[in-house]
């Protein structure tokens, strides 16, 4: 097994432009979510998803964009970048949804927003 | 809404001492405790966590946690470190019924030697 695989590592994006972060998963897992981590703030979560088809916001949702179109893959969409979204960000996943499960989180994705 | 306190941003402790990282969580009637480890450039991993049952959890690592719930706290200790568990150790909560998981800042262990 993979895991949860992120692409890119990195990425640097000027102002205004739109990208999406990929996220997959190899492991059949119903919960995936989507995580940023700024110094000293810790994890913030932006979307999760419970299941393909099924998506919601977390803390931090806004200027960005979920869809779950299948248990593997959740991606995430930038519509028009800002410099404040320059941070690194974390795909996680985990087996169940009810709070109980360890998330497996990817290796993580780095950009700069100029 | 729930959220988790890391009380100490950084901890630097010489190798082979003991070491207590501490985590509070805002009340709520049943709560699921996690603490996970950051090291260098790379995703988080799980330690240990606290679902139900005994109070004292123990994890990957030689790391244990004590669950307090008169005190809302979750505190991750080990009593003997090594260089190698230099990280960045993050306590996380779930509510019951709830999808969201909620971190800490973060505490950057630094184990010197």
């Known amino acids: 097994n993979a895991g949860v695989t992120q692409t890119p590592k990195f990425q640097v994006l000027k102002t205004g432009q739109s990208m999406t972060l990929q996220c997959a998963q190899d492991m059949n897992h119903e919960y995936m979510s989507w995580y940023r981590q700024d110094p000293g703030m810790g994890l913030r979560l932006i979307h999760y998803?419970?299941?393909?088809?099924?998506?919601d916001q977390g803390e931090v949702p806004n200027g960005y964009n979920v869809s779950r179109s299948t248990t593997e893959d959740f991606p995430l969409r930038l519509l028009s970048a800002a410099p404040s979204q320059t941070s690194v960000y974390f795909c996680a996943s985990s087996p169940g949804t009810g709070g109980t499960d360890t998330q497996y989180f990817g290796p993580g994705t780095r950009l700069t927003v100029l | 809404a729930q959220s988790v306190t890391q009380l100490d941003s950084q901890v630097p402790v010489f190798e082979e001492a003991p070491v207590e990282l501490r985590c509070n969580y805002s009340?709520?009637?049943?709560?699921?405790l996690f603490w996970y480890v950051q090291y260098p450039n790379q995703g988080l991993q799980l330690l240990l966590k606290?679902?139900?049952?005994?109070?004292l959890v123990k994890g990957i690592n030689g790391f244990e946690a004590e669950f307090n719930k008169s005190q809302t706290s979750f505190h991750l200790r080990k009593p003997s470190v090594h260089i190698s568990d230099t990280a960045e150790y993050f306590c996380?909560?779930?509510?019951?019924?709830?999808?969201?998981?909620?971190f800490g800042t973060g505490t950057r262990l630094k184990v010197l030697a």
């Open positions: 998803s419970v299941g393909a088809g099924i998506t």
């Open positions: 606290y679902l139900s049952g005994s109070t």
């Open positions: 996380a909560v779930s509510d019951t019924g709830t999808y969201k998981y909620i």
């Open positions: 009340s709520s009637v049943s709560v699921y």
